[in-house]
């Protein structure tokens, strides 16, 4: 009997200590799954359960759990996550584009080129292991818990974390509850497919939800009294909804996942599942319905959440120190897993010189320039202060594995017509530095485009390039009166023109001030064009070659640019000038004597509102002697193709229809982006044509030639897709220029 009534006592004791401990001060756990862009709904959830006066002790998360989770629990409030989280575009996160501002002038040309790109090591075609390598992601991160940059244990973190992942050669869960949180909330949240695996301590980790997507008993471990959870994962579809093969794979895989939904709803004391049903992992465009309707799901909770937080004590946690500054100083940058590439070729992509001050706005851009490279996989940094208040930068660098790319374009305009673009590119062909592609395009005309590179960052590159271009095009017969001196009565309106060009350049280059472009070099360039309409040749062929010309010359150039796009630009400024000197020529071209052109082009962007764009070019050239050479004359009109020699669009006029000498020519647009990615483009153009026209002065008496433009663009993979209506009041005629793809 004694020692029954000693058990019950036990008992009653054991109960009161529980109850005591639940009813002073109980320890609450959050706990977020995964689900993509459905996730947003934790932003929702959070204001409810922060608006209550709920003190969260532990967060838990998986995928987007995880990365609202490890935001929050740095020191974010709610709040402010529907703030940061508005104002993302996750399109340039998602897709790892890069800042135009951020490539190299050789970067920018290659971006404004290719469709596609695949690796192609021993010539044959794979695949990346996601869409995206997660830079942007990784960029983001570390840019928003930087004010926790010191700290290597998440439960030292202002609210304790952790979060989980998933190791893709054990298939085992792995939590993270130490290391760095950016890295860590990206390897979470690296869906299969989407994003690349992210590699921490040597293993190969993806999406936490692959295993645990909703890490309940994890968090339970933490010693928790009362856990509230926030579910965004999907329910099993019906067949109606299963349209893709995507949703069928989505689908598979929540087997598991409901299944197990089953045991850990009941080990969760607060379930608030949010009406996401509308919506899937990628819905990211409808945020804000998403995170309303977290709030919505919350509503109901607000009471016991409220009995619950009167039980708390108010906990002291440490306040965040958010970055302020606009500027820190680097004291010295480590880098390490660079094999390939010198840490000169690193440092000066990056644009950095130690020791020296640095904004966080030029930090990044330097970030975003070695991404821009495609030399590297993965590029992890870190900034870590010093005791005196400076900073050592690390970097952790992940090359690229493929050496070898295979890229395609496709190209249509009123010049050269179709065209197939087949590139093949090869990473250090012969130094760490160097990048070799060719170009072989195939279609109407027949070209090709070589071009080797050594990249030596803050130093002079040296390039070597070989193209070679070819178009058929009727043109006025005034078109080659220069060169028409025997026949001059032909009864012709128009002739067939072939036009072949080679050119060979051998230059270096280097950036000047960080942002100018420096470069000069020497080139060989065969020119020839002929017409098999009228004459016969010396070897009795019916055709006539007006011209047949080896052309040598030395040349510099100076280049800026900081335009957002190269197509349909909101903002920016670029200008472009060149001065080539021809020495000497041997061919046809019994006459030569030595000249020198000189060209410009300067234009700026500016947003007039969000949608609405206006567009400001000017540009000219002149020829200085050389009034023998009449094949180096500028020829303006047409619109869309690859500018080469002096070969100049003009809106209103036919291609190859205006000539001269000299030529100036100003362009201003209205550009109104009415539906992403979709504009309406208002142009107009004013242009002087002809010999001489500085020295007579003939250039600013009056303008000869306007063109006005009314068209539609498209920008999609492929690149621009334009279709513009021209008319030209001194030709009184209609023109329809077309463009389809990126030029080459």
Known sequence: MRIKVTLILFLLGTLWAFSQNDTNDPKVGLVLSGGGAKGLAHIGALKIIEDSGIEIDYIGGTSMGAIIGGLYASGYTARQLDSIFEDLDFDELIQDDIPRSSKTFYEKAETDKYAVTLPFDGFKVSFPSGLSKGQNVYNLFSRLTSHVNNVDDFGKLPIPFFC????????????????????????SGALPSLFSPVIIDDQVLVDGGVKNNYPVDRLRAKGMDIIIGVDVQDTLKTRKDLNSAFDVLVQI???????????????????????????SVVSFDQG???????????QPFVQQLKEIASRQKQRERPKPDFLKETSIFIESVEISGNVNYTRAYVLGKLKIRTPDEISYKRLNEGINNLSATGNFQDINYRMVETEDGKHKLFFDLIESESRNLLRLGAHYDNLYRTAALINITRKRLFTNNDIASFDFVVGDNLRYNFNYYIDKGFYWSIGLNSRYSFFEKDVQIDFISPEMISEPNLQLNQLQLKYGDVTNQLYVETLFRRSFLLGAGVEHKWLRYLSETIGIDENNNPRTIFENTN???????????TLDDSFFPSKGFFFEGDFHFYMFANGSNKNFEEFSIAKANIGYALGVTDNLTLRLTTEGGFKLGGSNTRSMDFFLGGYGFERINNIIPLLGYEALSLRGDTYLKSTASFDYEFARNHHLVLAANISNVGDRLFETGEWIDEIDYTGYSLGYGMETFLGPIELKYAYSPETDTDEWHVRVGFSF
Request: aromatic share 12%; hydrophobic share 35%.
């Open 551 to 561: 052309y040598f010359s030395t040349y510099g150039y100076l280049k800026y640019d």
């Open 164 to 187: 989980m992942a998933t190791n893709v050669e054990t298939g085992k869960e792995v939590i993270m509850e130490k290391g760095y949180l950016p890295q860590a909330i990206s390897a």
């Open 253 to 279: 895989n929540n087997y598991r996942t409901i299944e197990d939904m089953t045991k850990k709803r009941q080990k969760t004391d607060i379930y608030i599942n949010p009406n996401i049903a509308d919506f």
């Open 288 to 298: 804000r319905k998403i995170i309303q309707a977290g709030e919505e799901a919350a």
